[in-house]
């Protein structure tokens, strides 16, 4: 309380910052990784952070085929990711556009969401092989549900005197769902798009795990094998990176296009 | 009161077509009932039936809730009442009573359950942008787009050509004295600018009638009195037919040439009470003893159907 003890000291003024406060956190965490690793924690299973650090330059990054692998799960989650998208969308306001249609469908949707999708990825590899095309199938069918399902449930709370405004003022479909309804999903849509590109990691991961001859979960499944664990650790760290990535593409975006509320 | 309430919820089951075709030309009334639908507009003019009024309203009823449902609510009953061209009306009645619904059967965006409606001579059987604006009690703009956007999207949704659209825009927000704000967003304004922009959208849309339902409810009673007097003034220079709903006694005879009495759930057209008293309206009318007379002729009326809707409300 600064009433009480006169000027708060910098130390202060700097730990209350959150900023600085979550970097802390982190710091603490790596050094008792770093400590346990070193010490009581068998070196087959983990790896302290420094020879994570080192394995990610020395391995990871000058191993030209680890590098192509790390490609291709990049491309395969992009492209899951961007059909997930579409598609989630269209679905979602064509379900969502129909009083019927939302309360028929929207139930299944849900249901299905729920579903462990893990279940099922063995029928995915027979239907695609074991190559990219499984892992996209994979990845599409976990991002596509949290696009769904923000889309449809945007729909479904589209202000019924904004649309009677519009209705009485002689607007069509079509300008209804242009001017009203899409602006109107634009922040459920995004943060449907958020948790859509963490869901398709997953897809595309588990597929790669499961069964693969190339990308990172091919890898990952490699060293895990083998006890090898500092590179192991150094793909998750890569795999991090590029859900922060796309992460930030998709909050970027937002910041775009989201209207201003207040 | 439920005995009341089966009495006519069986009188209304009785009706088999509840939206029945114009009458008089049974043998084209199917095909009729389609053309008019895509037209939101019957093309036959039937002089006898509505005369030169803007707005005639045939014996309309209106329940909600399917035909010998338990939770059928009726709201209108039987309703006949004339609104003629160029004449500010209110709808006054205890709130919850039904006047809100009779405002959108007359706009064409609820069917009546028996009757008919008539706009400038022809049935209504759904919205009529061309004829009919509609101001809603919240407020309408949408929050996503600027107060000219706003304007302009409306202008859209009617039909107005691209190029004629800026000028009309500009021109409304003129009207009100709102040109410094056409590029701020809904949520900068306050509730009164808000609905003062709503009020000129409404009137910028160029229709014949303007539908109002309680505009001002959600604002408190000073600002009320300024747009009231902001609407009476208006009114002189466009010429237009309002049909006004409110609760407010005092609002009603301030604006109203004509003010349509109506009782407690299901509305009955009550009274009609003239106020014979030229526009544009001065804050000085509010004072005269004509004003005060007329407004406790309107609370004599009311009284009981007030206390009656209370009880229903219970």
């Not at chain 1, 192509?68 to 969308?89: C, K, M, N």
């Not at chain 1, 199938?137 to 009677?164: E, K, Q, Y």
Request: charged residues 20%; neutral net charge.
């Amino acid at each position: 309380m600064s009433v009480l003890t006169g000027k708060r000291s910098w130390l202060r003024t700097a730990l209350a910052s959150p900023a600085i406060g979550r970097l802390g956190v982190i710091a603490a965490g790596l050094l008792i990784w770093e400590g346990l690793a070193r010490t009581v924690l068998d070196p087959e299973f983990v790896s302290p952070p420094t020879r994570i650090l080192q394995a990610l330059v020395t391995r990871t990054l000058a191993d030209p085929t680890v590098l192509r692998a790390i490609g291709t799960t990049f491309w395969e989650l992009l492209l899951a990711f961007a059909l997930a998208v579409l598609a989630g969308t269209a679905v979602g306001v064509l379900v969502g556009a129909g009083e019927r249609i939302s309360r028929t469908a929207y139930p299944l949707v849900l249901m299905l969401y729920a579903v462990p999708q893990v279940t099922v990825l063995p029928l995915f590899v027979m239907f695609f092989g074991l190559g990219p095309a499984s892992k996209v199938a994979f990845g599409f069918t976990h991002g596509i549900f949290p696009i769904m399902v923000n889309v449809i449930a945007g729909m479904r709370d589209v202000s019924p005197l904004f649309l009677r405004s519009a209705r009485s003022m002689g607007a069509s479909r079509m300008q209804v769902l242009r001017h009203v309804v899409l602006p109107h999903l634009v922040p459920s849509f995004f943060a449907g798009m958020r948790l859509s590109v963490a869901m398709t990691l997953l897809g595309v991961i588990l597929a790669e795990l499961y069964a693969s001859i190339d990308g990172v979960g091919y890898f990952a499944h490699l060293y895990s094998e083998s006890f090898d664990p500092a590179p192991l650790y150094a793909l998750i760290v890569v795999l991090a990176l590029m859900a922060v990535l796309l992460n930030e593409l998709a909050r970027r975006a937002e910041l775009r296009f989201t209207w201003r509320r207040r | 009161m439920p005995t009341q309430r089966t009495a006519v919820s069986s009188q209304l089951a009785e009706v088999a077509d509840p939206w029945p075709a114009h009458g008089g030309e049974p043998e084209t009334a199917i095909l009729c009932v389609e053309e008019l639908r895509k037209n939101a507009l019957s093309n036959s003019r039937d002089a006898s039936r509505a005369g030169d009024a803007a707005i005639g309203i045939r014996g309309v009823s209106k329940s909600f809730g399917d035909d010998g449902d338990d939770g059928r609510l009726p709201a209108l009953q039987a309703i006949d009442l004339e609104i003629r061209r160029n004449e500010f009306v209110c709808l006054l009645g205890p709130s919850g009573c039904g006047k809100s619904t009779l405002l959108n059967i007359i706009g064409g965006l609820l069917k009546p359950s028996t009757g008919e409606v008539f706009v400038n001579g022809r049935r209504v059987v759904g919205p009529l942008p061309r004829d009919i604006a509609f101001v809603f009690q919240e407020d309408t703009l949408l929050p996503w787009y600027t107060i000219a956007q706003n304007m302009h999207v409306a202008l859209e949704f009617q039909g107005v050509p691209r190029e004629e659209r800026p000028e009309r825009v500009r021109a409304a927000l003129e009207a009100v004295g709102m040109s410094e704000f056409a590029r701020y967003y809904p949520h900068q304004l306050s509730v009164g600018m808000k609905q003062r922009i709503a009020m000129s959208r409404g009137l910028s849309l160029q229709t014949d009638i303007v539908l109002m339902d309680e505009p001002f409810a959600a604002l408190d009673e000073q600002t009320r009195m300024v747009l009231g007097e902001d609407l009476s003034g208006l009114l002189e220079q466009t010429h237009k037919t309002i049909v006004f709903v409110t609760h407010s006694l005092a609002e009603a005879v301030f604006l109203s040439d004509r003010i349509f009495v109506f009782t407690a759930r299901p509305a009955r057209l009550k009274s009609i009470v003239t106020v014979d008293e030229p526009h544009p309206r001065r804050p000085d009318f509010m004072t005269s003893d004509k004003f005060n007379g007329l407004r406790n002729r309107l609370y004599g009326l009311l009284r009981e159907e007030i206390r009656e809707a209370v009880r229903q409300n219970v």
